[in-house]
């Protein structure tokens, strides 16, 4: 099964930015819209940017997501404590037997 | 607002099939596809499969021989089922709505062990 490849972790300063990043190939991120979800441990995720770069409403304008190509991006400005979580891309997958979903193998962020 | 309450799983000896079941309140059940996503302990998020309110499914390639979803549209339920559960199914299982997972269950624990 295909995965989308993340960094495993990523830090900052409080107010810094952070930028995770999420690469895969043609049939999902180079065909597909992709999504980024937030998990605080022992909780359910919840999605922060769909559709490569749309925020929910409640999402925090610091959250902001890319695409280029076969990349996505995920962009946290002015970072705070309360970000500290994993996160995780998610894109749909073409092929010949059909469609599923893929997730990305998931970044933990720690906020210095 | 749309919530997902889901129930089931539990503890499951390996070979036994595993029975979960999600329910919808609030909000619209038709036009939206609805997911099982499962989590291993201390690992990664892993989509399971999907069904639309008219029955269309899509599975993980590396668990359709073992998983079926189904979906009762008078209920508002959705529901998943794997055979022949191994160790290595043991996770928190969550259900979402629609094909993006804009929405997610609470989750439920399933431990596999003899």
């Known amino acids: 099964q295909s995965v989308l490849t993340q960094p495993p972790s990523a830090s900052g300063t409080p107010g810094q930015r952070v930028i995770i990043s999420c690469s895969g190939t043609?049939?999902?991120?180079?065909?597909?819209?992709v999504n980024w979800y937030q998990q605080f441990p022992d909780t359910a995720p919840r999605i922060v940017i769909y559709?490569?770069?749309q925020r929910p409403s409640g999402v925090p304008a610091r959250f902001a997501g890319s695409k280029s190509g076969t990349s996505a991006s995920l962009a946290i400005s002015g970072l705070q404590s309360e970000d500290e979580a994993d996160y995780y891309c998610?894109?749909?997958?073409?092929?010949?037997?059909?469609?599923?979903?893929?997730f990305g193998t998931g970044t933990k962020v720690t906020v210095l | 607002q749309v919530q997902l309450q889901q129930w089931g799983g539990g503890l499951l000896k390996p070979s036994e099939t595993l029975s979960l079941t999600c329910a919808v309140y609030?909000?619209?059940?038709?036009?939206?596809?609805w997911s099982w996503i499962r989590q291993p302990p201390g690992k990664g998020l892993e989509w399971i499969g999907d069904?639309?309110?008219?029955?269309?499914?899509n599975y993980n390639p590396s668990l359709k021989s073992r998983v079926s979803i189904s979906v009762d549209t008078s209920k508002r339920q959705f529901f998943l089922n794997v055979t022949s559960v191994t160790a290595a199914d043991t996770a928190v299982y969550f259900c979402?709505?629609?094909?993006?997972?804009?929405?997610w269950g609470k989750g439920t624990t399933v431990t596999v062990s003899s």
């Open positions: 043609g049939p999902n991120i180079g065909t597909n819209f």
């Open positions: 609030g909000g619209s059940f038709s036009g939206y596809s």
């Open positions: 998610g894109a749909w997958e073409d092929s010949l037997n059909g469609s599923f979903y893929v």
């Open positions: 069904i639309t309110d008219s029955a269309a499914a």
């Open positions: 979402g709505r629609g094909r993006r997972v804009s929405t």
């Open positions: 559709h490569n770069d």
